[in-house]
């Protein structure tokens, strides 16, 4: 597949890529019919600052576009892995030091997880809870210009909050969101993003979820 811009079903803005995959395809996620992207991540790929002040790893291949400034974007996230830290993502990004992704990411144990990560100047990393299985379903949303919220589901209807915070930005910084594939342990990655829904609209209730 080239890398120019793509146009995803259920997402109604163009995306593009910011760094481009080994490989991609559109896919349809095992759960449903509903097509949607599969990323293929190179080997040692990733995206983290460390606070450890070890060089940034930022060459995860990412698709993202301008979302509106209000918004949430849903996938059934599934991920073939192979090596720890292997992860499907939905992404915020605003600049090099200045994004939040949230993971479904295979543990140290070998357990799928959820996984959130928000970097102002540098990187955290926050365990969430187990997965059973190889997918799940992942929400990304903004409220107000300096409100974020992740939510997880194992149904992709009752969803629970993972975490709400707030990013540094700069006036001139434009918010993207989108998908992204890693494989910083291993020799690539493949994440597929499908059932995928998305509204110009903030949440009505962020703690319960919906």
């Not at 830290?85 to 030091?97: C, M, T, Y």
């Not at 799928?112 to 799940?136: F, I, Y």
């Amino acid at each position: 597949m080239n890398a120019g811009p793509v146009q995803l079903p259920g997402v109604p803005f163009e995306l593009v890529w910011d760094v481009v995959p080994e490989h991609w395809e559109p896919a349809v996620g095992s759960a449903s019919r509903e097509s949607g992207v599969l990323i293929e991540a190179g080997p040692h790929s990733d995206l983290f600052v460390s606070p450890d002040d070890v060089e940034p790893s930022l060459n995860a291949p990412r698709l993202i576009g301008v979302p509106d400034s209000r918004f949430q974007l849903s996938a059934l996230v599934e991920v073939e892995f192979v090596s720890t830290f292997d992860a499907g993502v939905l992404l915020i990004w605003a600049n090099e030091r200045s994004w939040a992704k949230l993971c479904l990411e295979y543990s140290p144990a070998g357990q799928p997880m959820v996984v959130s990560v928000v970097t102002r100047g540098v990187s955290d990393d926050a365990n969430s809870r187990d997965v059973e299985g190889l997918g799940t379903w992942l929400r990304i949303s903004r409220s107000t210009p300096g409100s974020f919220a992740f939510h997880a589901a194992t149904d992709g209807v009752h969803w629970s909050l993972i975490r709400h915070f707030s990013l540094d930005l700069e006036p001139d910084d434009v918010v993207r969101i989108g998908f992204l594939a890693q494989s910083p342990t291993g020799e690539g990655c493949r994440a597929s993003f499908s059932q995928l829904r998305y509204l110009p609209e903030a949440l009505d209730d962020l703690r319960g979820g919906d």
